[in-house]
């Protein structure tokens, strides 16, 4: 190595020392016919002094003139730093080091931001030169943690017998969800591979296989009208198991959450890990996906609705749809009126609600709303009692369909408990959220769709409502939520043909369209398949949860826009005539 | 889980135990009115007995007619073997399970081949049925040791301080070396993204913001004419550190290279590996990754048969060229005339050699030939001594230009090697090839081509002759040789942009080619790039090698044929219409 020690490694104990450092001008000034340097690498940063005696004129001169990020090496001794210049913050601050040589690897020019100003440059031109960008140390520590993250697990499932095996990423075409990536083929003309949306398949097949504990931190790609949250590809730890069921695959990533909170952050989480179902999970919050670190939870009134002669109230219980709303406690002095109609613009223009209806708790336990004169006290008594009311308690309500008034309300609990600071920035809460629907209908077609994918089993006590009730069967489906983010998700799958016959056709996959998607695996399942399923679990997710970062871009090193462009590289870029000759493709008029 | 414990698990220990067992129907016979059958899953063999008492006469005919392969799970109590019954050679050989209860989970149709079965089918039909031919023990040993060498390779590297970034999959297209595979986009009509040949670009990108020690293992693209050991994807373990020589770097990859052989294979790896330059390889092996495991080295005599009258002789050397020969020991009665005349055609044909001289040693110390007569016994004597030649020693030599010396005599050493045995099937011998020219020439347009890549640097003694004879200037290049296969290569990069710029020139490489091809790089390296260099190991020739196997695709779960084909999923497959318009492409007529 050019170097004998990094920059975050000296210490007092080697004081007296002749080392040679490398790293980057992070700063620098003048002081006392001296040039004081903050030197930095990955490691950490060093105070170099490049002053008399030990330097002369002309190297004081060079380092006078090195332009900040410039990477340098020197060569000195390692000394005390005078009284009272010493940093305590700075694991190499009792020490400083003398440069006897000192010497200019490559000069920096002047760079469009520097990684140690405090005002960070748009996000488009971090992206442009993310070499600077991840020069930050928020950016070095975020792509260290998911280095360990990541270690973190492999060693997790490794200690279980997992095999990590590679699946491809030039793959078939399977039309369903996302839509593909397509490479064309030079070999095939008009035929194209497609890159993977996820393993699913090739995880079964292995299954079939007999390979019992199949894992990989898989690359998956979706070409999807990009959201903030969205990356055209995407990392995530993928798993399957043999001869289980979801108990098994729920408990072996327990023990993945809690080795890697204790690892990684320190924290003890207590296991097992809550588990809610699906059907609880709306109930009280919402949400599939219930940031459950703080209360607040979704009190249905619709009984006392009912009752009351208020137009809304009543119209709505008469329709057979819900009340419901939440308590937010000791918030009746935090929002103004206007505040208030501004939450009502909220539910109505982000979630389609009709209205929000709201009652402050007064301090005679009283409630008072615009609409209080419209109910009947006992029935403003009863609605108190309902949601544990007591006088500084702001009541939300949204009067609509089942839907609505999860959607409304969800966006509602997250979005106060923000306002409100009712979330420990600290916190790491991980639950499961199980049971889930098989099928969602579409309401325009009437038709089932696979709210996971077609290949999940029902839970066993379910079978018969296939047939009976669709809408009511529940799968073998469990994701892990963490801080109220969905953090991963899986299911069992169907082993079974006839089962799986069912699934199709209230899927509408027809005999044909199902060998085309997925005879493969259809093929395979009849060559001795186990019960099998699995969990994959979102990295870049998983990383940006575990760094209390809210943009998944910081925790990628290289992302794209939402616009799916890398700005550094500037892909995607066109490509030669001859390169498309050679693939017998042509590009086609794009409309204005 | 399904099962108390796996096939692999039960010993006399366990005698007495109730045990619930998953499996596959590995082979089962009927013997006095029971049913055995060998029970399989990845970690073992348990020999389950259905039959009297235990199992009542529905049971024991449900057994007997349950299909190889399929998938059961049983319910037994784990019992001695009958006295002479059991099985040394299996680690639950001393046991069996007698079944309480048998369960069907899946039947298996006929199968096309077995697991178990002897004699391989051929390998479309192994790759169409992959699921089938995984089951095969050493398919899954091979899986096994795959994810095992790649999990200690992780494990060393993290170890060693590097960070593992992963870098996009969706790139640009870069045009240099191979072809790339390309990725419409939808987003950007016309505009390609294209699959990384390696993440070289990125990884340099990733020294310049300071990473230090960065390490993937990346998936690689090329849209190559397939040979036999190529595939369109393959993994490389993929490493950049800055601050080093090329010491440093062999240095690291000798420590993983000690370690992963006695891990893997519990083999002693004495350090350092031996390292020899790329001109002393072509001089004693004619071949830039020699296999060692056994001598027969290359000795040149072209200055005694400049000396002789013998016209192929002489006229070669007056021509500048070479003649060269390998001393095979003890071969002289080995080889039969017709068979020397079967390698002669295999230099020509293969190597494009003129023919093959060869000299018998006698037993009196002679050297007897068809030419002999035409050489003065003097001439036969040296030849003899630098040869090193004793009686019963076959001696072959070619006379050509040194180019197709090296090829010839390297292919026939391989070969002879081969034929006699001379290779030990469990060897493992590494080493390392270093100073690799910079420039190889293209002999038709006489331009230079770079040998590694454009970034590679020279030697610090070698900058002169960048100016002064390319030809002559030795790269900081290293390639790593196990068993006489290339198993990684690496160089120091230039990290300085006058020499990168002296380099582009002699590529013939001008400003705006570079900046088109590489333009983010060359930016990158202007704003404080460090002193840099890497390597990449290949993972699947690593595994290949190490697994004692010669077929790349033995090593990987689902490769594509030399077509570039998958013949389990089909892919490349056709794509909707729809799918192609989204992207603004038209396939073209494919002439026939």
């Known amino acids: 190595m050019l170097r004998t020690h990094t920059c975050g490694q000296l210490r007092k104990t080697d004081v007296g020392t002749e080392v040679t450092l490398c790293g980057w001008v992070e700063s620098k000034r003048d002081h006392g016919g001296a040039v004081f340097i903050d030197l930095r690498d ?6 170099v002094v490049v002053g008399p005696p030990e330097a002369d004129a002309a190297m004081i001169d060079q380092a006078g003139r090195v332009s900040t990020e410039s990477v340098i090496l020197i060569r000195g001794n390692v000394a005390d730093r005078l009284e009272g210049k010493t940093n ?18 490559n000069t920096c020019e002047t ?6 100003q405090s005002d960070l440059p748009g996000e488009d031109l971090r992206l442009k030169y993310r070499f600077l960008d991840l020069r930050r140390p928020e950016m070095l520590r975020a792509m260290v943690l998911r280095s360990s993250i990541v270690k973190a697990m ?33 070999v095939h003309p008009s035929k194209f591979y497609a890159l993977p949306q996820s393993p699913q398949l090739y995880k079964q097949i292995l299954m079939v296989a007999g390979f019992d504990r199949y894992i990989q931190v898989a690359r998956c790609f979706r070409d999807e009208d990009l959201r903030a949250d969205r990356q055209p590809e995407f990392t995530q730890l993928d798993l399957e198991m043999s001869f289980v069921d979801s108990d098994d695959v729920i408990g072996l990533i327990d023990g993945l959450v809690a080795k890697t909170a204790k690892e990684i952050l320190g924290k003890e989480v207590q296991l097992p890990l809550p588990r809610i179902t699906y059907e609880e999970a709306m109930r009280r919050f919402g949400h599939d996906a219930p940031d459950l670190r703080f209360d607040m939870e979704i009190v249905d009134i619709t009984s006392v609705a009912a009752k009351t002669e208020f137009r809304v109230f009543r119209g709505t219980a008469d329709a057979g749809n819900f009340v419901r709303g939440i308590p937010v406690k000791n918030a009746a002095t935090k929002y103004s009126r206007r505040q208030i109609d501004e939450l009502t613009e909220y539910v109505k223009n982000d979630f389609g609600a009709k209205g929000l209806a709201w009652f402050r708790v007064e301090d005679d336990g009283t409630l008072w709303s615009p609409i209080s004169k419209n109910l009947e006290p006992e029935h403003l008594e009863e609605i108190k009692t309902l949601m544990a009311g007591e006088p500084g308690d702001l009541l939300m309500f949204l009067a609509d369909t089942w839907e609505t008034t999860c ?32 099928f969602d209908k579409d309401e325009e077609t009437g038709s089932w769709n ?31 939520v963490i801080n109220g983010s969905e953090a991963g998700g899986g299911t069992i ?24 998607r997925f005879g493969f695996l259809l093929n395979a399942l009849k060559y001795g398949a186990p019960p099998h399923g699995g969990i994959a679990l979102g990295i870049d997710r998983w990383v940006m949860l575990f760094a209390g970062l809210d943009n998944i871009r910081e ?4 992302p794209k826009t939402q616009k799916a462009a890398d700005l550094m590289t500037e892909a995607p870029g066109g490509v030669d005539k001859a390169q498309l000759e050679e693939l017998f493709l042509r590009t086609a008029k794009v409309p204005k």
Not at 88 to 104: A, C, M, Q, W, Y
Not at 453 to 468: G, N, R
Not at 555 to 558: E, L, P, T
């Open 493 to 516: 799958r169907i082993h079974d043909p006839a089962t799986q016959s069912v699934v199709f056709d209230l899927l509408g996959i027809d005999a044909e369209t199902a060998e085309d």
């Open 42 to 47: 990955r490691y950490g940063l060093t105070q």
């Open 450 to 480: 696979a709210m996971h994918h077609p290949f999940t089993a029902p839970l066993a006590s379910d079978l018969e409502l296939l047939k009976d009730d669709p809408s009511k069967c529940r799968a073998q489906a469990y994701d892990l």
């Open 407 to 438: 959607k409304g309300l969800s966006g509602l609990r997250r979005r106060l408990a923000s306002e409100l600071g009712l979330i420990d920035p600290e916190a790491l809460n991980c639950s499961w959220v199980t049971e889930f629907p098989m």
């Open 111 to 116: 760079p469009p931001f520097t990684p140690s």
């Open 154 to 186: 492999r060693d997790y499932f490794a200690e279980h017998d997992f095999i990590d095996v590679e699946t491809p990423i030039l793959g078939r075409s399977t039309p369903e969800g996302a839509r593909d990536y397509l490479v064309p083929s030079r």
């Open 555 to 558: 925790v990628i090193a290289f």
């Open 88 to 105: 305590k913050k700075l694991p190499t601050g009792d020490i400083e080091v003398r440069s006897v040589h000192f010497e200019i690897l």
